[in-house]
C-alpha cells in the first residue's frame, strides 16, 4: 500500500466543553497518512486514478470550519468517515493537534487508525 499524506493543515473552528471556548474559534492542525495504490496513476499520468489531496483538504476544511463539536475525538472520528467515505480510502492515520489546550505541554491532541491496511 502506498501512503499519501497531509500535515500540518491548520483550521480554525469551535471546539472544546467549555463555556468560553463555545465562544471562540481554535486552530486545530490536522496530520493525514491516507493509503492507497498510486501506480495506475504513476503509469497514466493522470489524477483521475489517484487521490485528489486538493479537492480531499478543501472538503475536510469546508466541514472543520463549519463544524462545533465538544471533542477531538467526535470531530477525528467524523473527518475519518468523510475520507473513508467519500474518497474511497481503504485506510487512514490522523492526527488532530489541538495546540496550546494545555498549559506547558507544547501539543495535546489524538491520533486515530481507521479501516484496513495492506
Known sequence: MDIIFLRGLQIDTVIGIYDWEREIRQTVIIDLEMGTDIRKAAATD????????????????????????????????????????EFSVPWLRLT???????????????????????
Open 46 to 85: 493522470d489524477i483521475s486514478h489517484t487521490l485528489d489531496y486538493k479537492t480531499l483538504s478543501k472538503r475536510i476544511i469546508a466541514f472543520v470550519e463549519a463544524s462545533e463539536f465538544l471533542l477531538v475525538e467526535t470531530l477525528a472520528e467524523q473527518i475519518s468517515t468523510i475520507i473513508l467515505d
Open 96 to 118: 488532530l493537534n489541538k495546540k496550546g489546550a494545555i498549559s506547558g505541554a507544547s501539543d495535546v491532541g489524538i491520533q486515530i487508525e481507521r479501516g484496513v491496511k495492506a
